[in-house]
């Protein structure tokens, strides 16, 4: 059974900065890939930022220039390092890794809060 511990969400000014951990276990985290998606209130989830087991990353535009994404295998953990906050970044944020058939298994989530 895949389990998460994600943690670093919380509150923060416009222009700040916070940083999400993801520790992944009961999944082979190093040789897959991982990612966090966000869902705003009424609006559906999005994907924010993936990482591949290589390393390579993806995006969002919204976030691209003040999100970075990374991993550390060793630990199994996944972090979101978002720079330059906007209160439209006020989300719940998950964490995921996905498998080598594509399949998504989710953390719990964290709460992003921005103001203005």
């Known amino acids: 059974q895949v389990q998460f511990v994600e943690s670093g969400g919380g509150s923060a000014q416009a222009g700040g900065s916070l940083r999400l951990s993801c520790v992944v276990s009961?999944?082979?985290?190093?040789?897959?890939?991982a990612g966090w998606a966000r869902q705003a209130p009424g609006k559906e989830r999005e994907l924010v930022a993936r990482?591949?087991?290589?390393?390579?990353?993806f995006y969002a535009d919204s976030v691209k220039g003040r999100f970075t994404i990374s991993r550390d295998n060793a630990k199994s953990t996944a972090f979101l390092q978002m720079d330059s906050l906007k209160p439209e970044d006020t989300a719940v944020y998950y964490c995921?890794?996905?498998?080598?058939?594509?399949?998504?298994?989710w953390g719990q989530g964290t709460q992003v809060i921005v103001s203005s």
């Open positions: 009961g999944f082979t985290f190093s040789t897959n890939a």
């Open positions: 990482i591949s087991r290589g390393g390579t990353t």
């Open positions: 995921y890794v996905e498998d080598s058939f594509k399949r998504r298994y």
